[in-house]
Nanobody, 125 residues
Framework: QGQLTESGGGAVQAGGSLKLSCEAS?????????MGWYRQAPGKERDLVSV???????RYADSVKGRFTVSLDNAKKTMYLQMNSLKTEDTAVYYC??????????????????WGQGTQVTVSS
């Protein structure tokens, strides 16, 4: 029914960069309304990092604006999150997510209906 597979997490020093990847299965990639990145730090709620809509609109959390960039490679059916100038407060498990439209009704869901397994990003000082 659809799968998102993340990769690219790891450990980096503050000021460094990482690039996360999220490969989408065909049914998700060709039917998404929104795809995005979220993160959850220990003891905190999961927060939105960046979203990319099917019309090409992007939005970012204020805390990552100017440092993170979301992009899409249609040929690889993969969404990326380029993270530069990383800070210790960026440490979290990062998840990719997608809101896939109902292929019968063509309606977009109110919430994401697909989630990846998460990838750990650790930024040390």
């Amino acid at each position: 029914q659809g799968q998102l597979t993340e990769s690219g997490g790891g450990a980096v020093q503050a000021g460094g960069s990482l690039k996360l990847s999220c490969e989408a299965s065909m049914i998700i990639f060709y039917n998404y309304c929104e795809m995005g990145w979220y993160r959850q730090a220990p003891g905190k709620e999961r927060d939105l990092v960046s979203v990319l809509t099917s019309t090409g609109t992007t939005r970012y959390a204020d805390s990552v604006k100017g440092r993170f960039t979301v992009s899409l490679d249609n040929a690889k059916k993969t969404m990326y999150l380029q993270m530069n100038s990383l800070k210790t407060e960026d440490t979290a498990v990062y998840y990719c997510a997608a809101a896939r439209r109902n292929t019968f009704t063509n309606q977009c869901p109110e919430e994401n209906n697909h989630w990846g397994q998460g990838t750990q990003v650790t930024v040390s000082s």
